[in-house]
């Protein structure tokens, strides 16, 4: 280790997140390296070694002989100023060699509030900020996770994308970087020939014109790139790879437990939820893999957590098969097991038994709004009859502890929606008072509510965001609205959702007023002790940007958005049939009951996902 970096960890606060050195950490001979990668995760290093993306393909990539991936996570803010004044580059963990030191540079965008940090780092590592200002011995930028479904505001930084699930696509990329560089090819060729490999899009090869009134005109693909580029998905999840010897972090991370990845995809198609549709289809993992897998990795890491994760857990057939096979090994050696967000329809007195074995405090539904016709208008598939009749389940299982998610701001919302979350809240109240197994430690009924972000490839990518004074009327109507001591309210901030509004729907011309924040000081945006609105603000003014036309203008059937030149799967004809009939609060059936045709299904052999052959 640098002497200068050994003096400068004595003075900031966690040292452990710039140390590497934990159980697990791959170190290979740089002799036998040809290839070098690093992953690069634009937030701190709790946030990303929480993250299980970043495990995955970490141990992916390093199974590829010759080839070396290290971390490299965004120091807080006291460790970025120690570095500039020791004049000291942002480096990998397991080397400790700065970031320009790298063959390719990756980063994992999973929340548009990292965009700062992407460029921080970037300028940290010693890597020219504009790809057109790199050279033939400069890394080469790369990005994925789900924000890269829309990168366009970071197109003038990021040499190219990487759309949808990286185990496969990662690995051909680097293999095919490999060829070009012992071919003697250049960057150019390199990013041409990258661009043929389905799944990669590479921002320079398009050019974009525009319309008078701001709109886009046109999206013309050159140097041979695609019209259309179509993600790239992991077909058999049984055969995934998955982290079983996975990297022990020495100090404390957000989510320090074994994360067991029951499916990908969800059968459901809640019509705010990008995430339901950009990772279609439903491609769940055997009862048997996810047992053998979940006790392998307690047994490697020493964990006392297991969480089982997907968009919707409890749509999993085998969630309680599961569950018996993990409790068998888990229960004697005192490992909890731990399921997030559940749904309210399909929560069940065996299920909320195996919970208690693992001594959950609390359960978590997200109803997402307070009345049926919204929850319809929204295809939330969810009834008030099932909340409660779950929370009855939930009582009489002994828990006192009910956490409720909703939205405020949804498209179609009314005075009357909102109301309704607190009357809902309260009818949960007397659900405990009528069926809880004892009463005397009270109730606790948490409800939180998130300020709605229009999001790409969802039924409402065309919707405008309201205002932040319409929000805030309406938390304060809720606020009002709530009464009973045993309720507690929270709410999202304004501000950060309407930037999150911009950056998620945003072009490149974003790209300019993003530079300006991040040279006024803009990093860690997702953190409050950073955030500043109007940095925000004051940047979109020196670059002449509206912010409004970005989050706040609704969007018709025909204009040309973005990410038009993306394909997810999902057909836009059908995003926007599914937006009519939330105009109808008309519901549309789970992939399951029946397949309305959205189109997914085109990316599987046979045409059928493999929740239809289960």
Same mark, same amino acid.
């Given at each position: 280790m640098d002497p200068k970096l050994e003096r400068i960890l004595l003075r900031v606060q966690k040292p452990a997140r710039y140390t590497g050195g934990e159980y697990n950490e791959i170190i290979k001979d740089k002799a036998t390296v040809d290839t070098r990668f690093a992953f690069c995760f634009p937030d701190t290093y709790e946030i990303g070694m929480s993250n299980l993306g970043l495990r995955i393909l970490y141990g992916v990539i390093n199974e590829?002989?010759?080839?070396?991936?290290?971390?490299?996570?965004?120091p807080w803010g006291d460790m970025e100023d120690e570095l500039r004044k020791a004049n000291l580059p942002l480096y990998a963990l397991e080397s400790g060699d700065p970031l320009s030191a790298f063959d390719m540079v990756g980063f994992s965008l999973g929340y548009e509030m990292a965009y700062t940090n992407v460029l921080n780092m970037l300028d940290l590592g010693g890597i020219p900020l504009h790809s057109d200002q790199r050279g033939e011995n400069d890394p080469i930028v790369v990005a994925g996770g789900t924000c890269a479904y829309n990168g366009e505001p970071l197109a003038d930084f990021i040499d190219l994308f990487i759309l949808g699930e990286g185990e496969e696509v990662n690995c051909e990329l680097?293999?095919?970087?490999?060829?070009?560089?012992?071919?003697?090819?250049?960057?150019?060729?390199?990013?041409?020939?990258?661009?043929?490999?389905?799944?990669?899009?590479?921002?320079?090869?398009?050019?974009?014109?525009?319309? =008078?009134?701001?709109?886009?005109?046109t999206i013309t693909p050159t140097h041979g790139a695609p019209p259309l580029v179509t993600k790239r998905?992991?077909?058999?999840?049984?055969?995934?790879?998955?982290?079983?010897?996975?990297?022990?972090?020495?100090?404390?991370?957000?989510?320090?437990?074994?994360?067991?990845?029951?499916?990908?995809g969800c059968i459901r198609g809640c019509r705010f939820c990008q995430a339901g549709y950009c990772y279609r289809p439903v491609r769940p993992k055997s009862v048997k893999t996810l047992v053998e897998q979940g006790i392998e990795s307690c047994k490697d890491s020493g964990y006392q957590e297991v969480t089982l994760s997907s968009l919707s857990s409890s749509d999993y057939r085998g969630l309680e098969a599961v569950c018996d096979g993990l409790l068998d090994y888990c229960e004697p050696r005192n490992i909890n097991l731990n399921l997030p967000s559940l749904r309210a329809d399909g929560f069940s007195m065996?299920?909320?038994?195996?919970?208690?074995?693992?001594?959950? *405090? *609390?359960?978590?539904?997200?109803?997402e709004a307070g009345t049926q016709r919204l929850r319809d208008a929204i295809n939330k598939n969810v009834t008030e009859e099932d909340l409660l009749k779950s929370c009855q389940t939930v009582f009489e299982g002994g828990c006192s502890a009910v956490k409720l998610y909703f939205m405020l701001g949804l498209p179609t919302e009314t005075d009357e929606d909102v109301l309704g979350i607190a009357d809902l809240a309260q009818k949960v109240y007397w659900t405990w008072r009528n069926y809880a197994a004892s009463r005397a430690r009270g109730v606790r009924i948490t409800i939180s509510t998130s300020f709605f972000?229009?999001?790409?490839?969802?039924?409402?990518?065309?919707?405008?965001?309201?205002?932040?004074e319409e929000y805030?009327?309406?938390?304060?109507?809720?606020?009002? =609205?709530?009464?009973?001591?045993?309720?507690?309210?929270?709410?999202?901030?304004?501000?950060?959702?309407?930037?999150?509004?911009?950056?998620?729907r945003g072009d490149r011309r974003l790209g300019r007023a993003l530079?300006?924040?991040?040279?006024?000081?803009?990093?860690?945006?997702?953190?409050?002790?950073?955030?500043?609105?109007?940095?925000?603000?004051?940047?979109?003014?020196?670059?002449?940007?509206?912010?409004?036309?970005? =989050?706040?203008?609704?969007?018709?059937?025909?204009?040309?958005?973005?990410?038009?030149?993306?394909?997810?799967?999902?057909?836009?004809?059908?995003?926007?049939?599914?937006?009519?009939?939330?105009y109808k609060s008309v519901i549309t059936p789970d992939c399951r009951v029946k397949c309305m045709g959205c189109g997914a299904t085109k990316l599987i052999p046979g045409g059928v996902c493999d929740e239809d052959r289960r």
């Open positions: 590829m002989e010759g080839v070396w991936c290290e971390r490299c996570f965004a680097i293999e095919l970087y490999r060829q070009v560089k012992r071919e003697g090819g250049n960057r150019l060729s390199f990013l041409e020939r990258a661009a043929q490999i389905q799944g990669i899009y590479v921002p320079a090869f398009y050019d974009v014109t525009y319309n =008078a009134d701001g709109a886009i005109h998905i992991v077909r058999d999840m049984d055969k995934s790879y998955y982290p079983t010897h996975t990297i022990v972090p020495s100090t404390e991370i957000v989510h320090d437990r074994v994360m067991l990845e029951v499916f990908r065996s299920l909320m038994q195996r919970l208690q074995r693992s001594r959950k *405090s *609390s359960i978590t539904f997200a109803p972000v229009p999001k790409p490839f969802t039924p409402f990518q065309w919707e405008e965001q309201i205002s932040m805030q009327r309406r938390v304060d109507l809720l606020r009002g =609205a709530i009464h009973n001591k045993s309720i507690q309210y929270n709410w999202h901030e304004t501000d950060t959702s309407y930037i999150e509004a911009v950056l998620a530079e300006e924040v991040w040279r006024t000081g803009g990093k860690m945006d997702s953190w409050s002790d950073y955030f500043s609105f109007q940095r925000w603000m004051d940047a979109f003014s020196a670059t002449g940007t509206d912010p409004d036309f970005y =989050a706040r203008r609704e969007r018709t059937r025909c204009e040309v958005l973005p990410w038009s030149m993306i394909d997810v799967g999902v057909r836009p004809d059908y995003l926007w049939r599914e937006r009519e009939q939330a």
